[in-house]
């Protein structure tokens, strides 16, 4: 009997395991933004206090607006504060050179002085 249930709870810890390391990528696109900013206030919250701002933000869907400063196919920086990472190709970006961009953040690059998201899509 006692063999028995060590061999199920052995099978139960095993299926949770698994489910905890496989689970279902987040989609942003579907995701509210939680937190809606410009590109310069939020670099000026990192001059601030980086390890606040951190854990305000890390893993949470935002919203960052701004000016394009530079661009390539993936990727866009926004006032050369905010680095943009996209998961496919940028197919089209405003007319204009004011952007708002929705991503996860994903950290603070201290060396480069740059906010860091990824999965990000253009909203306008």
Known sequence: ?????????ICVI????????YQ???NIAN???????????????FEINSIASENKYLNKTIEVSGEISDKNSQNITIDDKVFCQFSSKI???TDTNIIIVKG?????DDFLEQVKLDQCLIIN
Not at 31 to 45: H, L, P, R
């Open 91 to 93: 197919q089209t970006v």
């Open 24 to 26: 279902d990528h987040r």
């Open 104 to 108: 996860r953040f994903i950290g603070y």
């Open 1 to 9: 009997m006692k063999k028995w249930f060590i061999i199920i709870l």
């Open 14 to 21: 095993g299926f949770l395991v698994y489910k905890y390391v």
């Open 31 to 45: 995701e509210s933004s939680i937190y809606k900013i410009t590109a310069i206030d939020i670099s000026n919250e």
